[in-house]
């Protein structure tokens, strides 16, 4: 008898026999779960260049105290699109809920949050088949800060079937660690706020994945606003946010983020 079997019988449990090797219980496959990965796959591979591995974390945030998404999988898509450009989204917001039971059941927050660049330096945008550097790129920082105020809300459909396009104020930017290295000075307010826009402008591909297997999910960008822009922002109200979303989706830039666009707004010297 070895010695882990001798205190399991000073302490009432049973030797274990040796040739007896534990059962580890077969995971209950999920179809929705599998179906809306594979549709999600399916759609950004009409969009660009879909790299074959996600960005991800060793553990869960949601296990660490952190904001929970629908299931303990929180992990990042890296599109390249033509000219160069890099499109980093969040993949498992739209996961089914693990073991809930929605009535009718949905496509867990019902969105996925995206941002577009064209402008990352080579050493975060990396090369086709090479993802870890885009982990420390600014666009990267931004979408994961985003991405856990949605899901510390419980998701924003409400507020997204209602206003169409939201915006945010992230406060302390110049505190951050990659985005405040390369953010020029006219995206900061006086108070040290980066405005942006979530959910418009339109992208240049469908905005929605219609054949989810549960319920239909959107596709959000998440753009960035001049100090001026947000301004305009915070002194109007939902109909300024909804005019200034369609101006910029006017403009070459669209709905990528571009740190050398002309502000939508006059800029004070």
């Not at 990042?76 to 000219?83: H, P, T």
């Not at 039971?101 to 402008?119: A, R």
């Not at 206003?163 to 290295?181: C, H, K």
């Not at 305009?232 to 909804?242: L, S």
Request: with cysteine.
């Amino acid at each position: 008898m070895g010695l882990f079997d001798r205190f399991r019988g000073l302490f009432g449990g049973a030797p274990v026999a040796p040739d007896s090797p534990a059962h580890t219980p077969e995971p209950t496959p999920n179809p929705a779960l599998e179906t809306s990965q594979a549709r999600r796959d399916a759609f950004w591979s009409e969009v660009g260049m879909v790299e074959r591995d996600v960005l991800g974390h060793l553990i869960s945030p949601g296990l660490l105290g952190g904001p929970a998404w629908p299931t303990t999988r929180q992990a990042y898509r890296v599109v390249r699109r033509s000219g160069g450009a890099i499109l980093i989204a969040t993949d498992g917001m739209s996961d089914p809920f693990d073991g809930a039971e929605e009535v009718p059941p949905v496509n867990g927050f019902e969105c996925e949050l995206f941002i577009e660049v064209t402008d990352l330096p080579i050493e975060h945008a990396g090369t086709p088949g090479e993802i870890e550097p885009v982990k420390h790129s600014w666009a990267f920082e931004l979408l994961t800060h985003v991405a856990g105020m949605i899901a510390k809300a419980g998701g924003a459909k409400q507020q997204f079937d209602h206003y169409g396009v939201l915006s945010m104020e992230l406060p302390g930017v110049s505190r951050s660690d990659a985005i405040a290295a390369v953010l020029p000075p006219r995206f900061v307010t006086a108070d040290d706020a980066l405005g942006i826009l979530i959910g418009g402008p339109a992208p240049d591909f469908p905005d929605r994945i219609a054949d989810m297997p549960l319920s239909p999910v959107r596709l959000l960008p998440i753009v960035i606003l001049t100090a001026a822009e947000l301004a305009e922002i915070r002194a109007g109200d939902e109909d300024t946010r909804e005019a200034l979303a369609g101006q910029l989706g006017r403009t070459m830039s669209g709905h990528r983020c571009d740190f050398v666009r002309a502000s939508i707004v006059e800029e004070a010297d």
